[in-house]
């Protein structure tokens, strides 16, 4: 009864819509209390021994660099760089709205905040130019999926401590797959935007000289992921100095090269950082008490030999953890399915010798797109609540979109090489 009753109640909580933190904390708590092996003493050390990990000090500095980089005037850069691009072509705001989570992707690591901010700064732009509202939304939150998987990811940062694979190596491994959504989503908006009649944001394409003024003003905050990746490969720093140096990197920029950046908006910087990071951490700490029911029941390993059973072929295997996935990224935050399935399906994917590092990016990809899905799509409620669309207006104008990021799913999960060309052929195979 001790390995039902966690589950039960974890899912009684979620049905009442209680916080996943809490969730998760109060289904670990009920195992302790019920299990005469383990003193209860042992889920305080659970919920605390979590915080004492050096690679999880990345997600506060990345997210705070993230913060401090929309402050500091490096979006708007970025956007003029991306309007030069692709501005001249039919649809063309909404194709800048794909290829700046693109770019930014690389610098703020959240898909959440990069779906906020351009819901903020582009829907509103876009609405002005003739676009329908919903679509705006739409192309917004598939978008910013792109940021979830281009480094430094907070997802793949999470999975890499859960599944202890190097982050470095799913840094890189989310470069490819970051590019080829991104030119998915360009086709599908394409195709959308001459259907609808969009314009282009500007009437004739930018000059060669003008990109590269554009490119060059952009320059500074476009360094930021060479750095980041580059430094960590060489071994000059680890993925969380990586993201100490981008904190004061970004800093240097707002207040020393452009200047944009207000010193009296510091401190409501750090403070949105922080409870940014209070939010992931609190459900982290609580997933590691989850956790430790998992490992002490052995259930990873009985589902693993369950799967086995099913199926031999990799392939099949991955198929069937996709379809899966999907099922619960419709019912159960992204971040929290992330934390509480890893531990789970890292045995099994490693008994068929799937690469852990192209099954991370496959998870984190599969996940962050259940964010644009009904009914508890966080990318999806972002939007929605910023930009005053409704949920099935957002919907409809979803299912083109929705069908490129399938496209992109598949290929990323059965075309390995995708994924790990770029690793092995930084890192070695």
Same mark, same amino acid.
């Not at 991306?82 to 690591?109: C, F």
């Not at 939150?141 to 999470?158: E, M």
């Given at each position: ?23 998760? /904390? ?219 140096? /981008? ?183």
């Amino acid at each position: 009864m001790t390995d039902i009753l966690p589950f039960l109640v974890l899912a009684i909580l979620m049905v009442l819509n209680a916080p996943v933190a809490y969730c998760l /904390a109060i289904g670990a708590l009920v195992f302790f209390m019920g299990s005469a092996g383990v003193p209860v003493q042992t889920y305080v050390q659970r919920l605390v021994s979590a915080t004492e990990s050096f690679p999880l000090l990345a997600i506060p500095f990345f997210i705070l660099a993230g913060v401090v980089m929309n402050e500091a005037g490096i979006t708007g850069r970025i956007m003029k760089l991306a309007d030069t691009m692709v501005g001249h072509m039919i649809g063309g705001l909404a194709r800048v709205n794909v290829l700046l989570s693109t770019l930014m992707g690389g610098m703020s690591g959240s898909a959440n905040a990069d779906a906020a901010m351009q819901s903020t700064v582009l829907v509103p732009e876009m609405t002005a130019r003739g676009y329908d509202k919903a679509f705006s939304a739409a192309v917004t939150a598939f978008s910013a999926i792109i940021t979830a998987i281009i480094p430094p990811s907070i997802g793949l940062i999470l999975y890499g401590f859960l599944a202890d694979v190097s982050i470095g190596r799913l840094f890189i491994a989310g470069l490819v797959p970051g590019a080829l959504i991104c030119g998915l989503l360009l086709i599908a908006v394409g195709r959308i935007s001459r259907a609808e009649g969009y314009p282009p944001s500007r009437d004739t394409p930018a000059s060669w000289a003008e990109r590269g003024r554009a490119a060059l003003d952009a320059g500074w905050g476009l360094l930021i992921p060479v750095g980041i990746l580059g430094g960590i490969r060489f071994g000059w720093y680890t993925p969380t100095e990586a993201g100490a140096i /981008a904190v004061c990197y970004a800093l240097f920029i707002g207040l020393v090269v452009y200047r944009a950046l207000p010193v009296r908006r510091i401190p409501a910087m750090f403070r949105e950082a922080a409870i940014a990071t209070a939010v992931i951490m609190l459900i982290i700490c609580a997933a590691q008490a989850f956790g430790f029911f998992l490992s002490w029941e052995r259930l990873p390993g009985k589902l693993a030999d369950t799967m086995l059973v099913l199926s031999q072929n990799p392939y099949v295997i991955l198929l069937l953890i996709n379809l899966l996935l999907v099922v619960i990224g419709m019912i159960l935050e992204g971040g929290a399915a992330l934390i509480i399935l890893t531990p789970l399906f890292v045995p099994v994917i490693t008994k068929l010798g799937i690469d852990p590092v192209h099954f991370g990016v496959v998870m984190v990809l599969n996940l962050t797109i259940a964010g644009v899905t009904p009914p508890v799509g966080t990318l999806m409620y972002t939007t929605c609540s910023i930009t005053g669309v409704s949920v099935g207006d957002f919907t409809r104008k979803s299912l083109s979109l929705f069908v490129a990021m399938m496209i992109s799913l598949a290929l990323v999960t059965f075309v390995p090489f995708i994924t790990l060309f770029l690793p092995n052929l930084v890192y070695g195979s």
